[in-house]
């Protein structure tokens, strides 16, 4: 209540001050330049709003979103004074093909922005975001939203300045030296692989036959997060399975490929969080930065980058963005709104935006930027924890894993030791068993020849038992022919004897 009264106290005081020193008529005309400011104020910030309100008309898997009468034509406060910007030309000369050491562009040292001069881009959301956050000119990029490879020829296009265009009409008025197709994460869950493959190579046929004296690169589809809100439609496993298709048809081809997934990537395998814009898909501002860096850093061989390369930005209306809606794209009714705000985030002022701003703009702006360094700092240094984190863990990984192959090896050595020591074992046992066979054999030998002498000395001793009876027969049967003969002798010398004695007796007589 103090306060109440302080307020009409003053407002009192304010009042008779005026009405001393200012005249009935000043004070009139002072009041009503209030008010038709106040009015003007009111019926300002009632347009906006109804700007930015979306009219939306589904037209099966697309929707346009367009305004009713003059404003419809006006894409972005200054889109009619702007020339727009349109690349270099391609010649005969200009496309050259790739070798296996060429296919995957390289860093080029000293590399300069001028070389954006002389590219285009067919692609996505992600594409559409690179230039929304003024990174390409609008003419450069033909893009939008949800559109996914196998829908690309056929697709119309609505661009920032509100020129229409199909592939075939774009690339008819835009032969650029470099053509990048920075498309597949759309419809990267199709359920056939062949013809997610078939389609792809279709278009690059397409775009090949278009504009024949361009070089066509194939960028690599970037990672997303594996938790994000397109989880169900879109995984790093997909990613990682096409991108190998996209190299190698690039080898096949003998175009060229950029692996700005090797930038976007954490050691995770996730993207990376300082540019991931929040839903897992699409890219920060600082994302698209590095991107931009990096295909500056890496260009194909043989094309120039002198020149001065500058956007000239036109600010995206949201009213008559167009954006594709199926199954493929992941996008629906409901995820619109915010993916097209996300898309509206730190884009570039426009000239008429520059023009308007008051001091009090410039102040939020500079406390905004000090926020935004803040958060920058906040997020290097988490990011720098995060890796340290992820090199710590790769580290204690890679200590676990040593271990392992330590203890595998010692398990393995051991192993070899035991099966070497067994194999002694039972190789000892066999010269011992053969040892004892050798032993065992001998023995037989011995006891064979000892048999074999034994059977000899006894066939030799029967043998001389045998001559020996058979000497002794001889000798009884010669001591018997002896005494026989002797006998007879005996008995002869007693015959004579007889015979003489009877003649003795006869002479006698």
């Keep these: 209540m103090k306060i109440v009264r302080k307020l009409r106290d003053c407002f009192r005081k304010t009042y008779r001050w005026i009405r001393h020193r200012l ?24 347009f906006k709003k109804s700007k930015r309100t979306d009219a939306q008309t589904d037209n099966g898997n697309e929707i346009s979103i367009t305004t009713d009468g003059a404003d419809s034509t006006a894409v972005g ?99 650029a030296p470099v053509i990048y197709i920075a498309l597949g994460v759309n419809g990267i869950n199709d359920p056939s692989e062949d013809h997610y493959k078939e389609t792809f190579l279709t278009l690059i046929d397409d775009v090949a036959e278009m504009a024949p004296n361009s070089n066509i690169v194939l960028m690599a589809i970037g990672p997303v997060d594996d938790n994000g809100t397109y989880q169900k439609t879109v995984q790093n496993a997909w990613i990682d399975k096409y991108n190998a298709f996209l190299l190698d048809t690039a080898k096949e081809k003998h175009i060229f490929y950029l692996d700005i997934a090797e930038i976007l990537k954490s050691p995770d395998g996730q993207v990376r969080r ?31 980058d002198d020149g001065e390369y500058v956007v000239k930005y036109i600010k995206p209306d949201p009213k008559r963005t167009k954006v594709t809606m199926d199954n493929g794209s992941g996008i629906d009714q409901d995820k619109l ?54 090199e710590r863990k790769a580290q204690e990984e890679a200590d676990r894993k040593k271990e392992e192959a330590e203890k595998e090896k010692k ?54 038992e045998a001559r020996k009876a058979e000497e002794a027969r001889k000798a009884e049967e010669e001591e018997a022919a002896r005494k026989a003969a002797e006998e007879e002798k005996q008995k002869e010398n007693e015959s004579s004897g007889e015979t003489g004695d009877q003649s003795g007796e006869g002479g006698e007589e």
């Design 23 to 46: 005249s009935k008529k000043a004070l009139i005309i002072i009041i009503s330049a209030v008010a038709a400011l106040i009015i003007a104020v009111i019926l300002v910030s009632v």
């Design 274 to 304: 300082e540019y991931d814009a929040g839903d897992g898909l699409h890219y920060s501002k600082s994302g698209c930065e590095a991107i931009f860096d990096y295909i500056v850093e890496h260009p194909v061989p043989g094309i120039s």
């Design 77 to 175: 406060d200054d889109a009619d004074e702007e020339e727009v910007h349109i690349v270099e030309t391609a010649t005969e000369g200009t496309k050259v093909e790739s070798s296996e050491e060429t296919t995957v562009l390289a860093k080029k040292d000293g590399a300069k922005q001028g070389y954006l001069n002389r590219c285009v881009f067919l692609g996505d959301s992600r594409t559409v975001a690179m230039v929304n956050y003024g990174f390409f000119n609008d003419d450069s990029a033909l893009a939008q939203i949800g559109i996914s490879h196998p829908s690309f020829a056929k697709n119309t296009f609505i661009n920032n300045a509100g020129k229409e265009y199909t592939l075939k009409s774009y690339l008819e008025s835009h032969q």
């Design 411 to 464: 398990k393995a050595e051991a192993e070899e030791k035991a099966r070497k020591e067994e194999e002694a074992r039972k190789a000892e046992e066999e010269a011992k068993k053969a040892e004892e066979a050798r032993k065992e054999e001998e023995a037989k030998k011995a006891e064979e020849e000892a048999r074999k002498q034994a059977e000899e000395e006894a066939a030799r001793q029967a043998e001389e």
């Design 337 to 390: 709104k915010e993916l097209m705000d996300m898309m509206m985030e730190e884009t570039p002022s426009t000239p008429a935006d520059k023009k308007a701003d008051t001091a009090a703009d410039t102040q939020a702006q500079q406390e905004q930027a000090r926020k935004e360094e803040e958060q920058r700092r906040e997020e290097e240094e988490r990011r720098k924890k995060e890796e340290e984190e992820a």
